[in-house]
């Protein structure tokens, strides 16, 4: 906490649930311990990454459910489409209510860029450069990863998310 990862709003925090406050939502409120507890650990492999120089890496969450062989196909052709695209962050997920109603901006027949109302953290494809970028603008934290990833990765026009979601949440 020390180290500025967490910065507190407030001059004396009282617990995990004030460290964090959130003034995007309409109805401010503080991050409760678990979505903190979360962007570390999404943080931590971020880092991981940085400091073992991984060219790219396959992020999921211990719910993420998917065909091994078509993730596999999927994630191949992802990473023969990096030199043309050069994404920093390809969200591999999509809530079932985001694929019908959602309106992504157009990239190609394939992928939708993402933008700030994307949600990304299930299953995604980082590089080295995304993992770099997410380290040194996400903190001190001011809002769930998901928010902080895709509103990064919004700004940066790196983002991407696959039309063909092949991922889906087991719990």
């Not at 027949?109 to 997410?134: F, K, M, N, P, Q």
């Amino acid at each position: 906490l020390d180290q500025g990862i967490l910065k507190p709003t407030q001059p004396k925090v009282t617990s995990l649930d004030d460290m964090i406050f959130l003034s995007q939502f309409t109805k401010q409120r503080f991050m409760n311990a678990s979505e903190i507890g979360c962007f570390l650990s999404h943080f931590s492999f971020w880092n991981h990454i940085v400091q073992n120089n991984i060219g790219c890496a396959l992020i999921l969450e211990d719910d993420a459910y998917f065909d091994d062989r078509l993730l596999a196909n999927q994630i191949n052709s992802i990473l023969s489409d990096h030199d043309k695209m050069n994404y920093s962050l390809v969200s591999l997920f999509k809530h079932n209510d985001q694929k019908k109603t959602k309106d992504y901006k157009k990239y190609n027949e394939v992928y939708d860029r993402i933008d700030a109302r994307c949600w990304g953290t299930v299953g995604y494809l980082i590089t080295l450069d995304g993992a770099r970028e997410l380290i040194n603008k996400s903190v001190p934290i001011s809002s769930p990863v998901d928010y902080t990833m895709n509103g990064i990765m919004d700004i940066l026009g790196k983002g991407y998310i696959v039309k063909n979601s092949l991922i889906t949440l087991c719990d």
